[in-house]
Every structure is written in C-alpha cells, then in structure tokens.
C-alpha cells in the first residue's frame, strides 16, 4: 500500500513536470506570456514536489492510512490546479489574482472567476497537505515501512 502511494506520488510528479516542459513551448502564443511562464515554472517545481514527497520524505511520514490518502490527494490536485489554472489565466489574459504577473491584461469576468477559484483551492490544498505532512513528521520515522 505504502509503496502504491509513493510510486503514484512520482508517477504524478514525472507527469506534471513533463506537462511544465511542454508549456514552456507555449510561452510566446499565450495573451500573457509572464503568466505562461509562471505556468510553466509551476509544472516543473510541483511535479518536483511529488517526486520529492514519494521518493524520499513518505517514508518518515508517521500519518494514518486516511489521511495518508488526504495528504497524497491534496498535494496531488494542487500540483495540477497551480498548474492548469496559472495556464488558464495565461491563455485568458486574467489579472484579478496574479496581478503583478499580468498587468496590462484583462480577461471577462466569466474567465477570472474559474481562475480565482482554481488559484484558491490549490493554494488552500497545499496549504493543509503541507500542515499535515509537518504533522506526519512531528514524532519521527515509523517502524521499517
């Protein structure tokens, strides 16, 4: 089982690094190509995130079988939601929420909000994985796993 969690954890962070470099050839056909980068720079470092969580801290984690599943889920989604959704606003142009990387842009009201949402949800997921794993680690190394 345990070893079923960290091979999806890679297997996860391999694709989303793979999908970063691929939107690194995007950059100059998006309406922001800051945000494009930013897209891109996600992708790599999140898909390293997973890589890191499955192969090496997973096995200090000292954490139940649930929220096992809740952390590996919740840094799952926000590596992907950080990703797509920095892209999303790159194609749409949005800067409600990144406005620092897309000043001079604007996007309708029907484009910012899935962006907004995507751009908190992930934010939050991260947040509470990141929580819970400091949680895991608190009380060391579990037996030999």
């Not at 922001?32 to 897209?39: D, T, V, Y």
């Not at 649930?66 to 590596?79: D, H, I, N, T």
């Amino acid at each position: 089982m345990i070893a079923d969690r960290r091979r999806r954890l890679i297997w996860h962070g391999v694709l989303l690094f793979l999908m970063g470099l691929l939107t690194g050839f995007a950059i100059p056909v998006l309406t922001n190509p800051r945000l494009g980068l930013s897209a891109h720079m996600e992708g790599l470092l999140n898909g390293m995130l997973l890589v890191l969580l499955g192969g090496v801290v997973w096995d200090y984690l000292k954490l139940s079988d649930r929220m096992e599943k809740l952390v590996l889920g919740l840094f799952v989604f926000a590596g992907y939601a950080s990703w797509f959704f920095c892209l999303l606003a790159a194609i749409f142009g949005a800067n409600k929420n990144l406005p620092l990387a897309s000043a001079g842009y604007s996007a309708l009201p029907w484009q910012e909000i899935p962006v907004g949402v995507g751009l908190s949800l992930g934010a939050l997921s991260i947040t509470l994985a990141c929580i819970l794993v400091l949680h895991g680690l608190r009380t060391g190394p579990t037996s030999d796993r």
